[in-house]
Structure formats: structure tokens, C-alpha cells
């Protein structure tokens, strides 16, 4: 499939419309006559389930909202095996998860939509999807790949979400939104045993304490696994996983209109990093290689290494196994991380509701690797880091004007603390090489600052036309400072410095939506988002990255249409994008006059970028569902500023021409023995490159994953035991890579390989 411009995405996006228009206005087989019938609240065994989300901050059915979306209730969540937000990419178009880069570890989340993301976690590089929990922005992606726990649905919203979420949202937002304590006494436990000894036990308990006042509700989970990989040279597991969660939820109803969320969770991680393998080694473009380390330093470890005299460091220490290395350096993946939020949501009256989320978070990570992964010391990193947050958002939304009008408003307030100690070893420093200095201690501060005021307004032209105004007004601060100094030597080459700046952004969004039939909406929308500013995070020198970059900025154009045919039997929800990407934050390299090699964070340039996005879930016979995704997305570079490393036939990174998505499941009603569902799942991806400039080696050709499962529940539905595999067929894929040239190595991560387990749920 290739697609050559805009007008023909148009083209065929409005054709599927009429198409939908035409086939939703005709009645569903069997009926008796063309007249709308009335959707239900919940779903039959013959219809589709329908989802309420908070995609435009406030409660709206998922048919109803005028954006791109993917909602997969808890049920969804659960049949299809998800346990992190890293699998979502195989259930939604045009979205890449993946752990980026190696010293951000292993729980890092990388996201990206529709090209547009960040897979570098150092500050003060921001993220370019927004991660929310109940509604509370994670400013860092420490942690992101945490499993799940007690979760009611997630959303994620594609395409810049910069008027109700504010700034790096730019490539759109992943909403997950937890299960909240009701008056009903209940839980549940849960234990899963799978490949690499994995073993995960998960319970809640949901408790009223005061009747109709207050209830309460305890979560917990545990995972341990046995790593994918090893440390060759001395044993130590790689990928392994270790870690401990737990969530505590008060909801207080002390009148009618007032409700109070109380949330706090904590969790703990003590794990060995993800197995990062030698593709192949290659001339260090700084020299390292050939110039000092072979010629000088390997003789003098091989020794000690205990490797034969003459070796050398080069491709024999290219692994057979993809999950396996030679490093020696220590390890760790450490992770303390929590919060607590409080939700106050005062209905004023009918037309007005009012409500205030305050919230903190902050966390500790320690990640300590080998990246030269040989038996030599030529480099390791060691990274502690510790951030906090605070925020504090007022909302007010309503109706007027005899419901014609939906209007949201508010004000936000965010501070980030942030300090990061990073410790990178290059050859080691106990020998006295003259004249080579290049190991460092890095000590870094981040101080940030954002307002904002946002509002929208959804106005009913007509009983079945609204049009869609929304602004949002942002005022970010940031004060970074660094300091950089030499093991070998003490000396200080980078000396202290601060560097702070204020940007100011106007994301508006236009758009306007009409129900052409009950089960058919046509849309077309406007949007704006940016992603935060800043200074290099790892400069080589001190005139290097004094010159901030510039907030990444996108303007959006949207159509789509949302459509239900046959009784809710089958939804089609289709959408076309057209999208101006500036500022891109890439690194560029250039030499100063004294001959110093400056790599630096600039914005390196422009992408134009289109694509197509369809979903169709259908219920053709009672007690099945099929469930079919789609993405096309394209991308060239219009302007490409002097000496960036990117060039014009440069693809965006994680971002595939095609994403498919397919699953279909099927229950069998065993009488007084409960019953049995099938499922089955693939997810394709064309090709996809690793980096900014498409290094070959680490790019991804167009690969299939393919997972089953097969769910046995007793008649009350107390009691399930689930079978699983996934990756049936063991592809072998990068799910992320590093080029590491300056230092000699090209790096791959491998994807999770063939795995298989059982897991046992009681309901009480």
C-alpha cells in the first residue's frame, strides 16, 4: 500500500464515511424497520461493548468523542494478556513502546504515536506522549513499563492533546485510569506461573466502612522472573525482574454532590538491566578503539580477563544468544517510586461541576551497566537519579443554554525537582594514559515550572451539528544546571553552570462533529501541541548546549468518522491525519576551532507527516468477537537545519509505514462446567529504523507476533484458570538499539521471545 499525498488520504477516509453513512442508515438484518434502536447501557452477547472515557476530561461515551482513540476496558485488557503498557503497541495503530535508551533501564517507557516521542529519559529532554494516572501527568519515564495493577481501562489518544492536557503531549496521551472503591464488598486474587520461572500474585479488596460514606480499596502485586539473558563472563542474569507494588484507595461521599478520591501508591524494583548484545563492533569515530584501547590497554587486561594473549576487543564478542553479552561491569535497575493524589468533585448543581486534583510523585532510580558488554573495561555508567513533582489542577464544567453548550474550564500548576549523578567510566581510569581524559562525573539539577489556563466549549449548532473551540495558555520555566568532572584527573572541564529560560504556548484546538445518522458521527478537527525546551543533557564540552533548543511544536489536522452498523453488531471508527512537525529535537555534531567534537541537542529540522488510522470491532455471531486495527503513516523532513546528523530521505524513528493489528475470540457455553473462550492475536509492523539517522543494523524488518490463550470460568464466574503463549512462533525482533560508533559498537535489545504460562483468578 503507498499512498502518495494528502488529497488521496482524503479521498479515501471520506469515501469509508459515506460508505458508513450509507451502511448505517440501512437496517440491521432482521429488522422490521429502518428506525434507530435505542443503545443500551451495557453490552449484549450479540453487541459491542460500549466504553466511557475521559478523553476530553469529562465523561463521554468513546462513539461520542470527536478524537482518535483506543479504549480497552479492563475485560479487553485482561483477555488479550496485558500486563504493562509495553503491549499496547501490538492492539493500537500507530503507536511504538519500547524501553529507548540502555541507561534509562529497563522499566522506562518510550512512547511514541504517530512518529512523534522521545526514547531519551535524561533530563531535561521531555517526553512526547503524555503518561496520566487518574488524571495526574508523570513528568518522567522512569517506571513507565511497571505492570499493571487494578486498572479500569485505558485510554490513549492520539494526535496533540495540548489544549485539555497541556505541554508534552504533542504526540498524543496514554490515559490509564484505576479502579475506584465502591460500596460493594469484594476482590480478588490472582497467581500466574510462566516461562523463565515467572511468577506474579495479584490481589484487591474492595471494603465499605461507613455505608454510603466511605469505602476502601487495597491492591497489590508481585513479579519475579528468571532473566532472558547473561553476563557470560561472570554469571550475572540479565532481563531478570523483581518487584513489589501496592495501592491504597479512599473514596468519601460525605453528601450527595461531593466526592472525595484519596489515592497513594508505592513501588519497589531491585532488578539487573535489560540484555543489551553486540551486533557488531565497528572504528570508533573518536579513536578509542584503534588508536588507544587495542593497541595499548587490551595487552595489559587480557591477563586479568583471562583472555589469550593478542586479543583484542571486536566481533569475538558477537553472542549466539540474543539476550547474552561479556560484560563485567555491576548491575543494577533499581527503582523506588510513589505517590498520592487527592480528587475533590463538588457538584454544584446540575449545570455546574467543580473539581480539584492534587497530586505528588517522586521516585529513585539507580542504573549501573556495561555498554562495551566484552570482558574489558573500556566503558560503563552508573546513574542515580531523583525527582518530585507537584501539580494542582482546577476544573469547572457544565452545560447551558439548555444543554446546547458543554463547556470546560481551568487553571494548572506544575513544579519538577530533579537531580541526576551519573557516573560514565571510559578505559579505566587506575591507568596513566597521558593526554586522554575522557571518563566523567556528570551532576546535573532540574528545576521546572509550569502554568497554565485552558478551556473548551462544545456548542449544538443543531441537534446533530457541535462545534468545538478550546484554548490553552502555557507558561514554562526551566533552570538546569550541570557540572562535569574528569575521573582520571579531578579536573573540572565543565565547570558549574546554570542555564534557565521561559517559554510561553497558545495550543488552541477547532473542531466541529455531526451525527449524521444516530450511529454514524462525521468529524474534522484542528489541534496544537509542544513539547518542553532545554539544554543538552551530555555535553563534551562547556560551550557546548548553552544555546537551548526550542520547544517542539505540531499543528494537526484531523478527519475521521465514528460508526456503528447492525444493533451495535459492528463499530468502524476511521480516521485521516495531516500533521507539521518543527523544531524536532536531534542531536547535531561540529568541531570548534581547537578541534573539539561537539555533540548537542538542537532543533535539527521539520516533517510533514500523514497517515490513516481504522478500527473495527464486530460481534458476527453470539459469544464471539473479532477486533481488526490499522496504520499507515508517512513522513519526509521539508527543512533540515546545517550539520544536524539526519538528512532528507531520513524516516522518523519507531514509526512503521503499516501497523496491523488482528484478534477474534470465541466462548463456548459448557452448561453446568462454566465455559471455554478461545483467543487468538497477531500484530504486524513494516519495517521500522531504532534511531534519528536509520542506522542500518538496528532497524527492524517488517516482523509478525502472534499470541493465544484459551480461558476456562466456572459457572459463577468465581473461579478462572487462563493458558497462554505468547510469541508463538519465537520471532527474533529488535525492540530497541543503540549506535554506539563513537565508542566502537553497534547495540541491539531484543524482543521478549516464546513464552508460555498459566494463571489462576478467584473472584470473591
Same mark, same amino acid.
Given at each position: ?6 488529497t488521496?488520504?482524503?479521498?479515501i ?7 458508513s453513512?450509507?451502511m448505517?442508515?440501512q ?14 447501557a ?9 466504553i466511557v472515557?475521559?478523553?476530553q476530561?469529562?465523561?463521554?461515551n468513546l462513539?461520542?468523542?470527536?478524537i ?8 479487553a485488557?485482561?483477555a488479550?494478556g496485558?500486563k ?6 501490538n492492539?493500537?495503530?500507530n503507536l511504538q513502546?519500547?524501553?529507548g535508551?540502555?541507561?534509562g ?11 512523534v ?9 521531555d517526553p ?14 522512569? %517506571? ?6 487494578d486498572?479500569?481501562r485505558?485510554?490513549?489518544l ?17 490515559n ?11 476482590g480478588?486474587?490472582?497467581?500466574l506461573?510462566g516461562?523463565?520461572?515467572r511468577f ?12 454510603d ?6 491492591s497489590?502485586g ?24 501496592i ?6 461521599t460525605p453528601?450527595d ?9 508505592y513501588?519497589?524494583q531491585r532488578?539487573?538491566?535489560?540484555s ?8 570508533s ?14 595487552g ?9 594473549a ?10 549466539? %544468544? ?6 563485567t561491569?555491576?548491575?543494577a ?13 463538588w ?10 486534583i ?19 573495561s ?13 501539580s494542582?489542577?482546577?476544573q ?7 444543554g446546547?453548550?458543554h463547556y470546560l474550564?481551568?487553571?494548572y ?8 549523578y551519573n ?11 597521558a593526554g586522554?581524559?575522557?571518563a566523567?562525573? %556528570?551532576d546535573?539539577g532540574?528545576?521546572?515550572?509550569n ?14 451539528l457541535t462545534?468545538t473551540? %478550546?484554548?490553552?495558555?502555557n507558561?514554562e520555566?526551566k533552570?538546569?544546571?550541570r ?13 558549574y553552570q546554570?542555564l534557565?529560560?521561559?517559554w510561553n ?13 444516530p ?6 478537527n484542528?489541534a496544537a501541541?509542544?513539547?518542553g ?14 544555546k537551548?533548543f526550542?520547544?517542539?511544536k505540531?499543528k ?7 460508526t ?13 491525519f495531516?500533521?507539521?512537525y518543527?523544531?524536532i529535537?536531534f542531536p547535531?555534531?561540529y568541531?570548534?576551532p ?5 555533540i548537542e541537542t538542537q532543533?535539527?529540522?521539520e516533517s510533514?507527516?500523514?497517515g490513516?488510522e481504522?478500527?473495527l470491532?464486530a460481534?458476527?455471531?453470539p459469544?464471539?468477537s473479532i477486533?481488526i486495527?490499522?496504520g499507515?503513516f508517512?513522513n519526509?523532513?521539508v527543512?533540515?537545519?546545517?550539520g544536524?546528523?539526519?538528512?532528507a ?6 514509526a512503521?509505514?503499516?501497523?496491523l493489528n ?5 466462548r463456548f457455553?459448557l452448561?453446568q462446567?462454566?465455559n ?6 497477531a500484530a504486524y509492523?513494516?519495517?521500522?529504523f531504532k534511531d534519528?539517522v ?8 517488517g516482523?509478525?507476533?502472534?499470541s493465544g490463550r484459551?480461558t476456562w ?5 468465581t473461579f478462572?484458570v ?5 510469541n508463538?512462533f519465537?520471532k ?12 566502537g559498537l553497534?547495540?541491539g ?7 508460555f504460562g498459566?494463571?489462576g483468578?478467584?473472584?470473591?
Amino acid at each position: 500500500m503507498r499512498i502518495q499525498n494528502w488529497t488521496s488520504i482524503g479521498a479515501i477516509v471520506s469515501a469509508l464515511c459515506a460508505s458508513s453513512v450509507a451502511m448505517a442508515a440501512q437496517p440491521a438484518p432482521g429488522d422490521a424497520s429502518s428506525e434507530a434502536v435505542p443503545q443500551q447501557a451495557t453490552r449484549s452477547d450479540n453487541q459491542v461493548e460500549e466504553i466511557v472515557v475521559t478523553a476530553q476530561r469529562r465523561e463521554t461515551n468513546l462513539q461520542d468523542t470527536p478524537i482518535a482513540i483506543t479504549a480497552l476496558s479492563s475485560a479487553a485488557l485482561d483477555a488479550r494478556g496485558v500486563k504493562n503498557i509495553g503491549n499496547l503497541e501490538n492492539f493500537v495503530p500507530n503507536l511504538q513502546i519500547n524501553q529507548g535508551r540502555p541507561d534509562g533501564g529497563g522499566s522506562t517507557a518510550a512512547i511514541t504515536i504517530r512518529g512523534v516521542g522521545q526514547n531519551d529519559a535524561q533530563f531535561p529532554n521531555d517526553p512526547g506522549v503524555g503518561l496520566y494516572v487518574d488524571g495526574v501527568y508523570s513528568a518522567r519515564s522512569y %517506571g513507565g513499563l511497571i505492570g499493571l495493577l487494578d486498572i479500569e481501562r485505558i485510554e490513549v489518544l492520539r494526535g496533540p492533546q495540548g489544549t485539555l492536557f497541556g505541554r508534552n503531549t504533542i504526540g498524543g496521551a496514554v490515559n490509564i485510569v484505576t479502579t475506584p472503591p465502591s460500596q460493594d464488598f469484594g476482590g480478588h486474587v490472582s497467581l500466574l506461573y510462566g516461562s523463565y520461572n515467572r511468577f506474579e500474585a495479584k490481589a484487591s479488596i474492595n471494603a465499605p466502612l461507613i455505608e454510603d460514606k466511605l469505602a476502601l480499596r487495597v491492591s497489590a502485586g508481585f513479579t519475579r522472573a528468571d532473566g532472558l539473558g547473561e553476563q557470560l563472563t561472570t554469571g550475572r542474569s540479565l532481563s531478570n525482574e523483581n518487584r513489589k507494588s501496592i495501592r491504597l484507595a479512599l473514596r468519601a461521599t460525605p453528601s450527595d454532590d461531593v466526592t472525595i478520591d484519596l489515592v497513594a501508591d508505592y513501588t519497589r524494583q531491585r532488578q539487573n538491566p535489560a540484555s543489551g548484545t553486540i551486533i557488531t563492533t565497528v572504528p570508533s569515530t573518536t579513536g578509542l578503539i584503534e588508536g588507544l584501547f587495542n593497541p595499548v590497554i587490551a595487552g595489559i587486561e587480557n591477563p586479568a580477563a583471562g583472555l589469550p594473549a593478542g586479543s583484542r576487543f571486536d566481533n569475538r564478542f558477537v553472542t549466539r %544468544g540474543r539476550y547474552d553479552n561479556f560484560g563485567t561491569a555491576p548491575l543494577a535497575d533499581n527503582l523506588n517510586a510513589g505517590g498520592a493524589a487527592l480528587t475533590v468533585t463538588w457538584k454544584a448543581s446540575d449545570a455546574l461541576t467543580i473539581k480539584s486534583i492534587t497530586a505528588g510523585r517522586a521516585y529513585k532510580a539507580h542504573i549501573a551497566l556495561d555498554q562495551d558488554y566484552s570482558p574489558y573495561s573500556i566503558i560503563s555508567t552508573d546513574d542515580r537519579q531523583h525527582q518530585e513533582q507537584y501539580s494542582q489542577e482546577l476544573q469547572a464544567f457544565g452545560t447551558a443554554i439548555d444543554g446546547k453548550l458543554h463547556y470546560l474550564a481551568g487553571l494548572y500548576y506544575f513544579k519538577e525537582i530533579a537531580r541526576d549523578y551519573n557516573r560514565v567510566a571510559i578505559v579505566p581510569n587506575t591507568l596513566p594514559v597521558a593526554g586522554f581524559e575522557i571518563a566523567q562525573i %556528570g551532576d546535573l539539577g532540574l528545576n521546572a515550572t509550569n502554568y497554565a489556563a485552558f478551556g473548551q466549549i462544545d456548542y449544538d449548532l443543531l441537534d446533530n451539528l457541535t462545534v468545538t473551540v %478550546g484554548v490553552r495558555q502555557n507558561h514554562e520555566e526551566k533552570r538546569f544546571t550541570r557540572q562535569f568532572t574528569h575521573l582520571q584527573g579531578g579536573d573540572v572541564f565543565i565547570p558549574y553552570q546554570v542555564l534557565q529560560k521561559g517559554w510561553n504556548s497558545f495550543t488552541p484546538r477547532l473542531g466541529v462533529n455531526w451525527k449524521a445518522t444516530p450511529d454514524v458521527m462525521l468529524y474534522a478537527n484542528y489541534a496544537a501541541g509542544f513539547k518542553g525546551g532545554g539544554w543538552t543533557p551530555r555535553p563534551t564540552s562547556a560551550a557546548s548546549g548553552v544555546k537551548p533548543f526550542e520547544p517542539e511544536k505540531i499543528k494537526t489536522f484531523e478527519i475521521g468518522a465514528k460508526t456503528q452498523w447492525f444493533d451495535r453488531r459492528l463499530t468502524f471508527n476511521v480516521a485521516g491525519f495531516y500533521s507539521r512537525y518543527k523544531n524536532i529535537q536531534f542531536p547535531v555534531a561540529y568541531g570548534l576551532p581547537d578541534g573539539t567534537l561537539v555533540i548537542e541537542t538542537q532543533n535539527a529540522g521539520e516533517s510533514e507527516i500523514k497517515g490513516i488510522e481504522a478500527e473495527l470491532v464486530a460481534r458476527p455471531i453470539p459469544n464471539s468477537s473479532i477486533q481488526i486495527g490499522y496504520g499507515y503513516f508517512h513522513n519526509k523532513y521539508v527543512s533540515i537545519v546545517p550539520g544536524a546528523s539526519i538528512t532528507a530521505s531520513d524516516r522518523l524513528p519507531d514509526a512503521p509505514t503499516h501497523t496491523l493489528n488482528l484478534g477474534a475470540d470465541y466462548r463456548f457455553d459448557l452448561g453446568q462446567a462454566g465455559n471455554l473462550t478461545m483467543r487468538a492475536d497477531a500484530a504486524y509492523r513494516s519495517r521500522v529504523f531504532k534511531d534519528a539517522v536509520n542506522t542500518p543494523l538496528i532497524s527492524q524488518p517488517g516482523f509478525w507476533l502472534v499470541s493465544g490463550r484459551v480461558t476456562w470460568t466456572s459457572p459463577s464466574d468465581t473461579f478462572s484458570v487462563q493458558v497462554y503463549g505468547n510469541n508463538l512462533f519465537d520471532k527474533k525482533y529488535l525492540a530497541s538499539g543503540f549506535d554506539a560508533s563513537s565508542l566502537g559498537l553497534i547495540v541491539g535489545y531484543y524482543g521478549r521471545p516464546r513464552e508460555f504460562g498459566v494463571q489462576g483468578t478467584y473472584k470473591f
